[in-house]
């Protein structure tokens, strides 16, 4: 079915442009909303009008994940959404975007009097501005959090208060944050539709990517030990230098990714050298690793290699590396059936679209623990996210909520 | 002629250890001193009154470099001496072993009835500690600096007050900062001592390091432009990750460095990532070059290679790389006739002794271009120098001023 792309593109530019006026913005010169702010409870006002003038029934979970229905609990719905946060120095498009597609898949699914069973989901804190802790709201769905962190650990970082705390001052119970799980009740699928932040739909020419797989990844640190000497007054043949074994650790590690293919990448994105100075030869330099891809076994080989390969590039010098794993996480297939779908509804289109994994963390990734889900991506101008400068078309979104609409309406 | 080492390095151990207590140091846990502070107005003193006490005439040029003679003005002399300030975070033998071993030198000559013509010198604000200029002392008196930079843009660290107001207020006379280089006039010579900085003469078993040469330098910056892309979602094709140009350049320098020979060395010492993150590819980065040798034919040979090994492997990868010179300056020989009698005076000892260059800067590096110079290197423990953990053996300092006193013997 073919919807009015050019209406659907105006209301979605028109939700994306309203919420990101000033009272849903803790920042005048970005997009800065999360949790239990006034402007994150505006923004959840917003939807929540919006659904409701289409019929819905709008709750919030007990820690305050908006969930949208247009059939009663335990009637079978096929849920979309993503979630309505941004990180602190964010654009209008990472999230948000993803929300308005779906509110849009709600409005069209009405004015057709389609009248699919649907769900829309915006989850809570998903990039971890309030209290440091990405995922956080599907996170506490899936029960993937413990009591104590949500009690003790978890502090927000503005004022260091808890999270439990935080979240009773915003009318929440996360006393019963346990009965999140339920939202995911009654679902025959889930799609979240979000920008790409990253240049591949743009620099292939497709506008909509369908998305097989979230990568899995694995975040660790090597710290080289070296000798801390007069970088003049120390010959050549008498330094422990640091800075080369992760020279060589660096240009192997892009050797590996690529051999590995499948999708796998590695990054070295922080580097810190000890003491920093340009005429001392570093005591000590510590770089971070980060292994992703939708293929477990090739990512996670390509860490374990660059492990061992950091390691014996210091011992061939003298020196020791260190390898520690800061935090792992597995890929997540998505899928199959209602990739199909969304497939067969894209192909429909005439537009190009092409099936691609996501490097990027999703809610998704914690949905698809109990419900079959898929991604739809659209592209994000020169890759850029995370960033006021971020930009994305509407037009691309209304493509996307017509093909997540016909592909549930082929589901259901 | 032969000394009584022991009674020399209790001398020296005595002046030192002196010298290290808080009389004369701003901090508890380390020796920090720097021009026209009262420690520093101690340390001149303490100088004064040992120097007086052997009969020299102590002044002070229109800066405040201390200079003490035992012949009067337009008689020729020769020249020993260091500097007594101290890096902020410093060690007890930076420069103040020197000064110490200078006195020596001079209470040897009064002892042992030689009446050798010296005059010694203590240079101001080798370290930079109190405006941020190294040499600023030597510089001065070589007139390599202007009276701009005097009056305006030379500023304490402490208060960001002109170094010519602290002068001034210290009872000085900068105006008349141009005369200081008649404290070179009627020199036949200087030798300067100095603990190594490094862990040469330590790992050679050497007790002393007769200085041939003070290496040259490039001091430079390399900064390359990539693209700031998501770490996870963006493919290995699809990068502009700066880390890996940089790593190869690291690697590269090693190479050049080893490859050209002649003590030439080159390190990065200071790496900065934009932004930092890991899971960010960097848009940017930028590292240090410190390039140097004793034959500024090899060293900058190396630093033009480098240079354009880095554009190469930038371009190479679809980046671009800028190179920007910091500072240069050129290696300064050191006198051969002084090195000679040095030598000469060096066997005589039966002690082990080898003949190096000095990769590190020095006072003699301005000196040297008035008056015929040399140095002499004592090992300090594992190289470790600018630290509060600086260790340096006294007796190696004593058969450091036998040996200075026997070649200046030798050479008037």
Redesign the interface.
């Known amino acids: 079915m073919a919807i009015d792309l050019a209406r659907s593109a105006e209301r979605i530019e028109r939700d994306i442009e309203t919420l990101a006026g000033s009272d849903y913005t803790l920042s005048d010169e970005a997009i800065r909303r999360y949790a239990y702010t006034q402007e994150y409870r505006n923004t959840l006002d917003y939807f929540t009008d919006e659904l409701r003038a289409i019929g819905f029934e709008v709750s919030e979970d007990p820690v305050g994940t908006l969930v949208a229905r247009n059939r009663p609990r335990g009637e079978q719905v096929f849920a979309v959404g993503s979630h309505c946060d941004s990180n602190r120095n964010g654009g209008k498009y990472d999230g948000t975007m993803g929300v308005v597609t779906a509110l849009e898949v709600c409005r069209l699914s009405a004015e057709l009097d389609l009248d699919l069973p649907l769900q829309l989901i915006s989850f809570l804190e998903e990039e971890g501005s309030g209290f440091g802790q990405m995922l956080l709201g599907s996170r506490i769905m899936l029960q993937r959090v413990t009591e104590d962190e949500l009690r003790e650990s978890f502090r927000a970082i503005d004022d260091g208060r808890s999270f439990w705390e935080h979240a009773e001052e915003a009318g929440y119970e996360p006393a019963r944050w346990r009965e999140c799980i339920g939202v995911l009740d009654d679902l025959r699928g889930w799609i979240e539709m979000h920008i790409?932040?990253?240049?591949?739909l743009q620099?292939t020419g497709n506008r909509i990517g369908i998305v097989t797989a979230i990568?899995g990844?694995v975040?660790a640190d090597v710290v080289v030990h070296g000798r801390g000497?007069?970088?003049?007054?120390?010959?050549?043949d008498?330094r422990l230098?640091p800075?080369?074994p992760?020279?060589?650790?660096?240009?192997e590690l892009?050797r590996l990714?690529?051999e590995a293919g499948k999708?796998?990448?590695?990054?070295?994105?922080?580097?810190e050298?000890d003491p920093?100075?340009?005429?001392?030869?570093?005591s000590r330099i510590r770089f971070?690793l980060?292994v992703?891809g939708p293929d477990d076994g090739a990512h996670r080989s390509v860490a374990r290699d660059i492990a061992a390969f950091a390691e014996e590039a210091a011992r061939r010098r003298g020196m020791e590396a260190e390898f520690s794993q800061?935090q792992t996480l597995p890929a997540t297939p998505l899928d199959g059936r209602i990739l199909a779908a969304l497939e067969e509804a894209a192909k429909a289109t005439g537009e190009p679209y092409m099936t691609m994994h996501?490097?990027?963390?999703h809610d998704t990734m914690c949905v698809a623990e109990r419900v079959p889900s898929a991604m739809v991506f659209v592209p994000c101008k020169d890759?850029v996210?995370h960033h006021p400068a971020e930009d994305a078309d509407p037009a691309d979104a209304a493509l996307a909520a017509q093909i997540i609409l016909n592909a549930i309406q082929a589901l259901l």
């Open positions: 790409e932040q990253a240049r591949v620099d990568a990844y975040h000497d007069h970088a003049g007054a120390t010959p050549m008498f230098d800075t080369l992760m020279a060589e650790t660096i240009v892009e990714a690529r999708g796998t990448v590695g990054t070295v994105g922080e580097i050298v920093g100075i340009i005429n001392a030869i570093a971070s980060d992703r800061r996501s490097g990027a963390a890759g996210s």
